[in-house]
Antibody, heavy 117, light 111 residues
Framework: EVQLVQSGGGSVQPGGSLRLSCAAS????????MSWVRQAPGKGPEWVAN????????NYMDSVKGRFIISRDNAKQSVDLQMNSLRAEDTAFYYC??????????WGPGTLVTVSS | QSALTQSASVSGSPGQSITISCTGT?????????VSWYQQHPGKAPKLIIY???NRPSGVSNRFSGSKSANTASLTISGLQAEDEADYYC???????????FGGGTKLTVL
């Protein structure tokens, strides 16, 4: 059974940093692209970033480029999102998700990130 | 403002069929068959129900079906059941940045 267990998140002041982690099990982690997708309360989801199976390439949405870093450790079967210089508009539920066939077929439970003074 | 346009709400009675539309542009739905649909119940993570326009993941009821015409994708739910009441989101790969775009969601109410 595919499982994605998330940790991290919480409340932080504008300009602060947070690190999200996602531990994967039940599938060949090193064979899949992994994404982070966020969803502000009451809004639609928004793709944030993804990373190649071997970790050699990352992609980011424009508004987080230079502030967020996605990384993965295939030995530990985990993917992280380091979020720096956080802004109020980054407030959202953050989900890690496995990519498959140009979609996300398994999602973590989500973790709330609140950026507020 | 979401890149893909969905109607805010739709409703139907048990046993009926409903269709949710998702309108994009020639930069996303009009170019790629990488259209997916997600069901989200309150307080839960989204769940994939349709990928690549009209494919169902294992375990998803065949009451869910998808299609696409030009720049518009559609999700049809037949034989509505109470547990289908949820928010539904479409997504498409795009030539723009970001490479994936979502709709704003459609709230399905089962009367």
């Amino acid at each position: 059974e595919v499982q994605l267990v998330q940790s991290g998140g919480g409340s932080v002041q504008p300009g602060g940093s947070l690190r999200l982690s996602c531990a994967a099990s039940g599938f060949s982690f090193r064979s899949h692209w992994m994404s982070w997708v966020r969803q502000a309360p009451g809004k639609g989801p928004e793709w944030v970033a993804n990373i190649m199976p071997d970790g050699s390439r990352e992609n980011y949405m424009d508004s987080v480029k230079g502030r967020f870093i996605i990384s993965r450790d295939n030995a530990k079967q985990s993917v992280d999102l380091q979020m720096n210089s956080l802004r109020a508009e980054d407030t959202a539920f953050y989900y890690c998700a496995r990519e498959m066939d140009w979609s996300w077929d398994n999602w973590g439970p989500g973790t709330l990130v609140t950026v507020s003074s | 403002q979401s890149a893909l346009t969905q109607s805010a709400s739709v409703s139907g009675s048990p046993g009926q069929s409903i269709t949710i539309s998702c309108t994009g542009t020639s930069s996303d739905i009009g170019t790629y068959d990488h259209v997916s649909w997600y069901q989200q119940h309150p307080g839960k993570a989204p769940k994939l129900i349709i990928y690549e326009v009209n494919n169902r993941p294992s375990g998803v009821s065949n009451r869910f079906s998808g299609s696409k015409s030009a720049n518009t994708a559609s999700l049809t739910i037949s034989g509505l059941q109470a547990e289908d009441e949820a928010d539904y989101y479409c997504s498409s790969y795009a030539t723009t940045s970001p490479p994936w775009v979502f709709g704003g969601g459609t709230k399905l109410t089962v009367l």
